[in-house]
């Protein structure tokens, strides 16, 4: 796998959450991703841009572009030091939300990439990654 | 600050997102926006959206609870101009905006306004003149 890019983006602010969207874009954009594609993507992160930013108190998010054989893909990693989610199962479902939001961050934004994947421990924090491939 | 212009059209309000939305300038646009409902009695509130490169679940609450003050204030909101990506991308995310009427463009939002007014869009104008 050969990474073409590799950016950090600090999430301490909503205008960082606007900064971390139009970096996601360009990366989008670089690897030829159609203009649905990059809309999911760039979606995507930044439902869990917020999330990081509200729920983790803050934190940052790791970009990467990347190429694996003839596959080009985006991947997106947000890690905070918050407070973490005790029980992700029931934190994916649809609805699900403990400030008030419509709950639709975590499943949402699994359903706009390929792949998904959520580590968290309570006290410690969160890392949610994700991937899309052109 | 950044802020959305609002625009007087008779008894009708056009509002043209073309700023990248964050949080402040969403509840910015909320405020303004009733208030001018309220001051200048509109019936309606034509939202453009066709700058608007991404919809996410702030932006689109945003968009359901403009529809529902417009609503509240009687005016009805129609949202216009989206992108199809976006319309994608916002069915997946699971947000189909629900209680949020849209048109293609701001002429066919326009007509849609229009025929509100005339035969009462949620029915209470209807029944008034029964």
Same mark, same amino acid.
């Given at each position: 796998?050969?990474?073409?890019?590799?950016?950090?983006?600090?999430?301490?602010?909503?205008?960082s959450?606007?900064?971390?969207?139009q970096?996601?874009?360009?990366?989008?954009?670089?690897q030829?991703?159609?203009?649905?594609?990059?809309?999911?993507?760039?979606?995507?992160?930044?439902?869990l841009?917020r999330?990081t930013?509200?729920?983790?108190?803050?934190?940052?998010?790791?970009?990467?572009?990347?190429?694996?054989?003839?596959?080009?893909?985006?991947?997106?990693?947000?890690?905070?030091?918050?407070?973490?989610?005790p029980?992700i199962?029931?934190?994916?479902?649809?609805?699900?939300?403990?400030?008030?939001?419509?709950?639709?961050?975590?499943?949402?934004?699994?359903?706009?990439?390929?792949?998904?994947?959520?580590?968290s421990t309570v006290?410690?924090?969160?890392?949610?990654?994700?991937?899309?491939?052109? | 600050?950044?802020?959305i212009?609002?625009? %007087?059209?008779?008894?009708? $309000? @056009?509002?043209?997102i073309? #700023? /990248?939305m964050? =949080?402040?300038?969403?509840?910015?646009?909320?405020?303004?926006?009733?208030?001018?409902i309220?001051?200048? %009695?509109?019936?309606?509130? $034509? @939202?453009?959206?066709?700058g #608007? /490169?991404?919809? =996410?679940?702030?932006?689109?609450?945003?968009?359901?609870?403009?529809?529902?003050?417009?609503?509240v204030?009687?005016?009805?909101?129609?949202?216009?101009?989206?992108?199809?990506?976006?319309?994608?991308?916002?069915?997946?995310?699971?947000?189909a905006?629900?209680?949020?009427?849209?048109?293609?463009?701001?002429d066919?939002?326009?007509t849609?306004?229009?025929?509100?007014?005339k035969t009462g869009?949620?029915?209470?104008?209807?029944?008034?003149?029964?």
């Amino acid at each position: 796998m050969v990474i073409l890019r590799d950016d950090r983006i600090d999430l301490h602010s909503v205008e960082s959450i606007i900064k971390a969207r139009q970096i996601v874009r360009d990366c989008a954009i670089m690897q030829g991703f159609s203009l649905v594609d990059q809309t999911k993507l760039v979606t995507a992160a930044s439902e869990l841009a917020r999330n990081t930013l509200i729920h983790g108190g803050g934190g940052e998010m790791h970009i990467e572009v990347i190429i694996d054989g003839a596959r080009r893909g985006v991947r997106a990693t947000f890690v905070d030091h918050g407070p973490g989610i005790p029980d992700i199962d029931h934190a994916m479902r649809d609805g699900y939300t403990s400030k008030g939001g419509l709950g639709l961050g975590l499943g949402g934004a699994k359903r706009l990439v390929n792949k998904f994947a959520v580590t968290s421990t309570v006290g410690e924090g969160t890392t949610v990654t994700i991937e899309r491939w052109r | 600050m950044e802020r959305i212009p609002i625009l %007087k059209m008779g008894s009708y $309000l @056009l509002v043209t997102i073309q #700023v /990248d939305m964050h =949080d402040r300038v969403t509840m910015t646009l909320q405020d303004e926006l009733t208030d001018q409902i309220v001051r200048h %009695k509109a019936h309606g509130v $034509l @939202l453009d959206i066709s700058g #608007v /490169d991404m919809v =996410d679940s702030f932006i689109g609450r945003m968009i359901g609870n403009i529809a529902a003050m417009s609503r509240v204030l009687d005016a009805e909101t129609v949202v216009v101009g989206m992108r199809p990506a976006v319309a994608i991308t916002l069915v997946e995310l699971g947000m189909a905006l629900p209680g949020v009427r849209t048109a293609l463009n701001v002429d066919a939002g326009m007509t849609l306004l229009k025929a509100c007014k005339k035969t009462g869009m949620n029915g209470y104008f209807a029944r008034r003149s029964d």
